[in-house]
């Protein structure tokens, strides 16, 4: 009788997307939803590096799963130019992802149109708090 086992490891960084506006303003806070295509670790680097090269770290909430979620406010932030979002999580095997990047437009302008098609991926709860957030934007113009 032969003994013998399968041992099958797990050894692939699971893949990152960042959802994000393409643009906003100074005043306004920005949600931002990273999540991965499999269960996650707690273990996060998500920064910003605006376009001075002024880098801000910061820690976002987890949801036990594959979602991690932040607010930025914008206040902080030169009043026009870039702010690049970036991030790398890993996996509960402890695999992490590659860097991911997502670059906003920070500008003064008087009119903004906002587009939710890169939320669309999201679960219903996470595209109904952006339309509540996007609705309360709306009415403050």
């Given at each position: 009788m032969n003994n013998h086992f399968l041992l099958d490891l797990?050894?692939?960084?699971?893949?990152?997307e960042i959802y994000a506006p393409y643009f906003t303003t100074p005043t306004?806070?920005?949600?931002?939803?990273?999540?991965?295509d499999e269960p996650l670790d707690n273990w996060q680097e998500i920064y910003t590096i605006d376009s001075e090269g002024t880098r801000r770290d910061y820690i976002f909430s987890f949801d036990g799963n594959a979602q991690f979620t932040g607010a930025i406010s914008m206040i902080d932030y030169h009043p026009e130019g870039n702010v690049?979002?970036?991030a790398r999580v890993r996996d509960t095997v402890?695999?992490?992802?590659?860097l991911v990047e997502k670059t906003m437009l920070v500008t003064l302008?008087?009119?903004i149109?906002?587009?939710?098609r890169d939320f669309l991926p999201?679960?219903?709860?996470?595209r109904d708090l952006l339309a509540s957030n996007i609705s309360a934007l709306v009415r403050r113009v």
């Open positions: 797990d050894t692939t960084a699971p893949n990152v306004a806070t920005v949600y931002i939803f990273i999540e991965a690049a979002i970036y402890h695999n992490t992802s590659h302008g008087d009119k149109y906002m587009t939710i999201l679960d219903t709860s996470v």
